[in-house]
């Protein structure tokens, strides 16, 4: 089944053959909890989200749409953590407020996270989403833009300014 | 100068993903321009930091969840898919069956409440006949001992009502034909009974009359019945009413034609 595309296998998994969402799980499960885990800092947070998303995907197999599988799924795994974070502070409604608790964080400059990881939540959550999809999870713009709702020319250009942005804040604290 | 900047090529130009002109471009521009091979070189720096950037595992714990919640819901989902194929292939015939069930179930219930219906009313109805006609019987009978003759002759006219007059009713008439002061109320009497002459009562009724009747126009009746049902005993009261001497010539004359019709 490696040689099949993601789409390809997904579709079968729609189609009722759920044994093949084992091969998706291996495959992309690392990826999703590396990005959960970079966007929120925190291990526990990043497994039981990473868990969602695919509880998600076994009970949401049949909406699947033919779409970019991976664009799917990190758009399911963006949108588990926006509700988590949104449902933890209920006065803030939007994604913004990762922002807030990610800046507490780097305050108190967690010892376990690497230099790039306290430059990255320095950065806003939006520019921080795009460099960890596009550079860790090599996401590329075309999906990207799936993910985020965007042209594929706006999210490079989005892309490339966040990415000195956070090249200016990672070599200021070098 | 400036307006030539490369730094949104950078990115690209690292990923080694852009075509030939552009990395062209970037290379003879970087050569030449400090801010944009300055850009360039911190750019690596970053770039080189995110390879080493370790990859966070997760723990086993997230496999075997979700191996488990696989499990579960396979095993959900075969009794989905089961149950849904089961009634797709009944639900035709047994959706018929329903409505034809319901339909036996509304005929059988109409049927048996028509019945029911009916018999309770025929029930009604004969209890009403039955009640209605003892009425008439204890009317009757009471009428039949009032002191006015007129009453009794209406109570002894009361036997049309009676079809099937029980013995009751044979006994008080016959005993109206037997002892009645009044000739009308016997006569009526004798009228009455006429219907039912073949009973044994009332013709054992009509021969004791013929012994005390004094009223002619009432023997001759009597005579004449008797005679329609060849009661063979009547002889006997006949040949007396010949010998007496107070029997009208017209009586006798009446006897004399009927005796050889019944022996």
């Given amino acids: 089944m490696e040689h099949l595309s993601d789409e390809i296998i997904m579709q079968k998994v729609a189609e009722g053959n759920l044994d093949l969402l084992k091969v998706l799980f291996d495959k992309h499960h690392e990826h999703i909890y590396n990005f959960l885990y970079k966007m929120s800092g925190d291990q526990m947070l990043s497994e039981d989200l990473t868990q969602d998303v695919f509880y998600k995907l076994i009970k949401y197999r049949s909406s699947y749409k033919n779409g970019s599988f991976v664009s799917w ?17 209920k006065n803030h409604d939007d994604i913004d407020v990762l922002e807030y608790k990610q800046i507490a964080n780097d305050e108190s400059k967690h010892e376990d996270y690497s230099q790039l990881q306290n430059a990255l939540n320095r950065l806003n959550v939006k520019d921080r989403e795009l460099i960890i999809l596009n550079r860790f999870q090599e996401i590329k713009y075309e999906e990207l833009a799936e993910i985020t709702n965007s042209t594929p020319g706006a999210v490079k250009t989005r892309v490339s300014r966040a990415l000195k942005k956070l090249k200016d804040i990672y070599l200021e604290n070098i | 100068m400036e307006k030539n900047h490369v730094t949104h090529l950078l990115p690209d130009y690292l990923d ?23 850009e360039l070189d911190e750019l ?23 191996e488990a919640a696989l499990d579960k819901e396979k095993l959900e989902t075969s009794k989905v898919v089961a149950l849904p194929v089961v009634k797709q292939k009944s639900n035709w015939a047994s959706n018929m069956l329903k409505v034809a069930a319901s339909v036996a179930l509304l005929i059988a219930s109409f049927q048996m409440g028509r019945v029911l219906q009916v018999q309770k009313s025929d029930n009604d109805m004969a209890t009403l006949l039955d009640e209605s006609l003892k009425i008439k019987q204890t009317a009757m009978l009471s009428l039949m001992e009032n002191q006015s003759a007129s009453k009794r002759i209406q109570g002894v006219s009361y036997i049309e009502e009676f079809p099937n007059p029980d013995e009751a009713i044979v006994n008080a008439l016959a005993n109206r034909l037997l002892n009645d002061e009044n000739d009308n109320v016997r006569l009526n009497a004798f009228e009455a ?50 010998e007496q001497e107070d029997t009208q010539p017209f009586v006798k004359n009446e006897i004399e034609l009927a005796l050889p019709k019944i022996i």
């Fill in chain 1, 73 to 89: 799924l990190f758009t399911i795994a963006r949108n588990n953590l926006n509700t988590h974070f949104t449902r933890k502070h």
């Fill in chain 2, 16 to 38: 080694n993903v852009l075509n030939e002109k552009d990395k062209e471009l970037v290379k003879q521009h970087v050569s030449s321009c400090i801010q944009c091979k300055l």
């Fill in chain 2, 44 to 66: 690596k720096i970053l770039f080189k930091a995110m390879e080493d950037e370790p990859v966070a595992v997760p723990s086993d714990r997230l496999s075997a969840q979700f």
């Fill in chain 2, 193 to 242: 009974l006429a219907t039912f002459a073949t009973s044994p009562t009332v013709k054992q009724a009509f021969i004791k009359a013929l012994e005390i009747e004094k009223n002619p126009s009432i023997q001759i009746a009597i005579i004449q019945s008797l005679v329609k049902i060849q009661a063979k005993k009547a002889a006997v009261p006949m040949k007396k009413l010949l």
